[in-house]
Structure formats: C-alpha cells, structure tokens
C-alpha cells in the first residue's frame, strides 16, 4: 500500500512569505506527528495530532508555525512570515494507534524548505 | 535540544567490514529505535530495543543497550554499499520520538 506522502517535495520561499506544507498519511493512521530536520541534524519533534486533535505542539518554535489535521486524515505545517532560520526539512510520520502503546512511526520523504 | 549523541559522527569502511554506532541519551526510556536516512528512502525504521532487553538481532543489525550507562550501540556486519546513509538513535518521551544526531556511514566499494 501508499506510505506517508508529502507534499511540494521541495520549496523555495522568499523571507516573510507564508507557506504551506501538505502531509497525507498512511490510511487508517490514527496518529499524525511533524518532525523538522536541520541540515546535519536528527529530526525534532514539532507537533503530534491524534485524528483531528492537536494533543501536543511544544515543538512548534513560535507563533509563526501553525498546524492542523481537520479532519483526522491530511494534515497542513503552515508557516506565516518565513524566517531563514525556517530553512529545514520537515518531517511528517504516521502510527496506527495513540496514546499508552508502541507503534512504529513511518516516516514521509520530507518538504525541504529553504527561505532565501 | 536533542536526547542523544552518536558517535562517531562519520564512519568510513570497506565493503565486508563490521560497522559500530553508539548512542548515549539523557533520560529513562521506554525503548530506543534505531533509524536510517538516506537521499532514496527517507527515514526507515530499522529495530526497536526495549529497555528490557540486553541484545536484539534482524538480520545482519545487532542492537545492544546498557540502561546503566545510558547507552546502545548499533553493530553492521558484513558491510554493503547500500549501507550508506546517516543513522539515528531516538528514544520515545511520550509519544514524541526523541533523535540523535546520527553517523554518517560511509560503505566503499
């Protein structure tokens, strides 16, 4: 089956533009996590919904990031007035169930995003 | 802020040659996972260990963990090119994956 999509693969974005990044997880998933990967780094945890409910987003590194899952299944990271700091790539994994169990995070290609 | 550190940070070997990863985290766990990144497939999840267990095996990965020391390490054998690529330690701190990071494993032919 389909694994965790996302989508634009790559985006260039000029300081103080606003976009938006698209994450379509594996049918089914119940939980629905955003990671963001500087250049050398290992991913961080941004936000973590589960279905439609945003139960943690201590990861979000301020106001300009925003992220929401309306519906339980797709999932938008939407970053207003994009700094060059944002320059990363962004993660979106998927698991089958939530909370108080283990389940494997499979993880999408990423979004690189580079603000010039 | 990140929960581990890998070391080496690079790691250059011959094709058939043992590769050896370590990772020390900060806090108590539930397990740790190990993961790889490469430019083809993302990030793929290769073994999970929990804090339970000493020793695990798939295939030609062997994972260790000392809970004592706050460490694990990630034993490749019988190295292949297609081994390249970047890999990370986490560990679950709520449901958040927690990640290292990485080695950069370099397999030459």
């Known amino acids: 089956g389909a694994g965790v999509s996302q989508s634009p693969r790559y985006k260039v974005a000029k300081r103080g533009q606003d976009v938006a990044l698209r994450c379509d997880p594996i049918?089914?998933?119940?939980?629905l996590f955003w990671y963001q990967q500087a250049l050398g780094q290992g991913p961080e945890f941004l936000t973590y919904f589960q279905n439609e409910a945003q139960l943690d987003k201590s990861g979000l590194p301020s106001d300009r990031f925003f992220a929401e899952r309306p519906e339980g299944s797709v999932s938008t990271l939407k970053i207003q007035r994009t700094q060059q700091e944002d320059s990363a790539v962004y993660l979106c994994?998927?698991?089958?169930?939530?909370?108080?169990?283990?389940?494997?995070?499979?993880f999408g290609p990423g979004t690189r995003l580079t603000v010039l | 802020s990140q929960q581990g550190e890998e070391d080496p940070q690079a790691l250059s070997i011959q094709e058939g040659e043992n590769a050896t990863m370590n990772c020390s985290y900060k806090t108590s766990i539930n397990n740790l996972q190990w993961y790889r990144q490469n430019s083809g497939r993302g990030l793929v999840h290769l073994i999970l260990i929990r804090s339970n267990e000493r020793e695990k095996h798939s295939g030609r990965l062997r994972v260790t963990l000392d809970t004592s020391k706050k460490s694990s390490s990630l034993l490749i054998t019988a190295s292949r090119a297609a081994d390249t690529a970047s890999y990370f330690c986490a560990t679950d701190y709520g449901n958040k994956l927690v990640f290292g990071a990485g080695t950069i494993l370099r397999v030459k032919s």
């Open positions: 049918s089914g998933h119940v939980s």
């Open positions: 994994a998927s698991s089958l169930v939530g909370l108080g169990s283990y389940n494997e995070q499979f």
